[in-house]
């Protein structure tokens, strides 16, 4: 597998409940970020991990929202008492940390749905 | 606060006609500014531009970065109704050495190619 895996691809949950998301990296690439996309709006960065640890957060993510590496290969994204308005496709992408003509490689990305 | 803006935001043609997306960046330590192509799922890359004036090309497909005026275009040319997507650019900014940082995006432009 030479892509970026997300699991699962679809999620409704009821409002309060919480959820937590993978995403599994391409192998060689040391770095990961998630990303949140609402309809009409381009990706909205969340979070990034170089190997395990967590480099950046965005001031925009609430306490609700965590996120580990706890191997530096996969990562989780966890989301706490889901509100409705945490409805939105979230996004993963790995790359290297050196010089890449590429890029960053996106996942198919988790649809989640707040009821 | 990094910014990333995409003109026009929804762009409707015929196949066969030739069209110009737009793109400014106001990023901060800038490095690379990235062109993505999203269909209903993950964004896939079209081209990472780093060089001021150098144009590049893939088919239909090109783009220049302008870092003086902090702008990009993409052109598509001889469109075909499979360029109908969501084109997102998004800057990256230098985080130490050869390593790239985060991806900030642009809202993105609708593109609808009608036969």
């Known amino acids: 597998d030479t892509g970026v895996s997300q699991d699962p691809r679809h999620k409704i949950t009821k409002r309060g409940q919480n959820v937590t998301f993978r995403c599994d990296p391409i192998?060689?690439?040391?770095?990961l970020y998630w990303y949140r996309q609402t309809l009409g709006q381009g990706p909205e960065f969340l979070t990034y991990?170089?190997?395990?640890?967590?480099?950046?957060k965005s001031r925009l993510l609430s306490d609700r929202f965590s996120a580990e590496r706890p191997k530096g290969s996969f990562s989780t994204l966890e989301i706490q008492r889901t509100e409705q308005g945490d409805s939105a496709m979230y996004l993963c992408?790995?790359?290297?940390?050196?010089?890449?003509?590429?890029?960053?490689?996106f996942g198919s990305g988790t649809r989640l749905t707040v009821v | 606060e990094d910014k990333v803006v995409q003109s026009p935001l929804s762009l409707v043609v015929h196949e066969g006609d030739t069209v110009t997306l737009n793109c400014s960046y106001e990023?901060?330590?800038?490095?690379?500014l990235l062109w993505y192509k999203q269909e209903k799922k993950a964004p896939t890359f079209l081209f990472m531009l780093?060089?001021?004036?150098i144009e590049k090309k893939s088919g239909r497909l090109s783009s220049i970065l302008d870092k003086k005026e902090l702008f990009s275009i993409l052109n598509i040319t001889a469109t075909q109704t499979g360029d109908s997507a969501i084109y997102l650019c998004?800057?990256?900014?230098?985080?130490?050495?050869?390593?790239?940082?985060?991806?900030?995006f642009g809202q993105g432009t609708i593109l609808t190619v009608h036969p």
């Open positions: 780093t060089s001021s004036g």
């Open positions: 992408a790995s790359s290297f940390t050196g010089t890449s003509s590429r890029g960053y490689t």
């Open positions: 991990f170089q190997n395990e640890a967590q480099l950046e």
């Open positions: 998004a800057g990256t900014l230098n985080a130490g050495g050869t390593s790239y940082g985060k991806l900030t």
């Open positions: 990023v901060t330590n800038f490095r690379s």
């Open positions: 192998s060689e690439h040391n770095r």
